[in-house]
């Protein structure tokens, strides 16, 4: 078994506790928040995006766990030629799972790993919504970005029965209110990372397609896809019989 881990993506970071594995995280990003009560004492080795190489291989790690969208390439190629490093590719569901089975796999965690992707597909399977809505979900500002078909978030919000108004587009685009007003949504997310929209956000988007319904929702929910989906599940209920 790995006896020294580093995460390098947070929503991994949160899969390594929930997986009990608390007295072999070694280092986290900057990034990584959750467990909050757990996190704090965990040597920190930058950003996600912004590694410390250096301070990475000081502490020695037996194991990198990795995320190709999330991380950087050439660092991660320089972590590798010294250090073994995992690297998942996650961009929907079924794939969400797979990531949790083989971190439990490499960690000696496979009975726990699989408990906890057979849970999160049984609620995903639960959720059955009695109607869609033509959905424009927001993650950045000055330039407004959103998400195409062939991200996470995007299979997040389908399964919960949000129709991507942006799914004939890929990866992040960038869009304009202008062209989101003549796409006639009738429901506008403005997600809490990585831009931290605030109300006064939705009040701008509001101003421009009053006909939408235009709300701030928890990021966290559609885009960590660890452990944190099992909290997600519920989440996205509680959003769909309110809607």
Same mark, same amino acid.
């Given at each position: 078994m790995v006896q020294r881990i580093i995460s390098?993506?947070?929503?991994? @970071?949160e899969l390594l506790f929930d997986l009990g594995l608390e007295q072999?995280?070694?280092g986290i990003t900057w990034f990584c928040e959750r467990p909050a009560d757990k996190v704090k004492q965990v040597p920190k080795i930058g950003?996600?995006?912004?590694?410390k190489v250096d301070k990475i291989l000081s502490l020695k790690p037996d194991l990198v766990i990795a995320n190709k969208e999330e991380n950087e390439k050439e660092q991660i190629e320089e972590l590798a030629r010294h250090v073994p490093v995992w690297t998942s590719d996650v961009n929907d569901l079924p794939s969400a799972l797979e990531m949790i089975r083989e971190v439990g796999r490499l960690c000696d965690k496979q009975e726990e790993a699989e408990e906890m992707a057979a849970k999160i597909a049984a609620g995903?399977? +639960?959720?059955r919504p009695a109607s869609t809505e033509r959905t424009a979900y927001l993650i950045w500002r000055q330039p407004w970005m959103t998400v195409g078909r062939d991200t996470f978030i995007h299979d997040v919000m389908e399964r919960a029965g949000y129709k991507n108004i942006y799914s004939r587009k890929i990866r992040y685009p960038e869009t304009s209110l202008e062209e989101l007003?003549?796409? +006639?949504? +009738?429901?506008?997310l403005l997600s809490s990372e990585p831009f931290p929209f605030k109300q006064k956000h939705v009040e701008e988007v509001l101003q421009a397609i009053p006909s939408a319904r235009v709300e701030? @929702?928890?990021?966290q929910v559609f885009s960590w896809y660890g452990s944190r989906l099992l909290q997600s599940i519920e989440v996205l209920k509680k959003l769909r019989l309110a809607a």
């Open positions: 390098v993506v947070p929503s991994q @970071t072999h995280v070694a950003g996600t995006k912004n590694l995903f399977a +639960e959720l007003a003549a796409s +006639e949504p +009738e429901v506008i701030l @929702t928890d990021g």
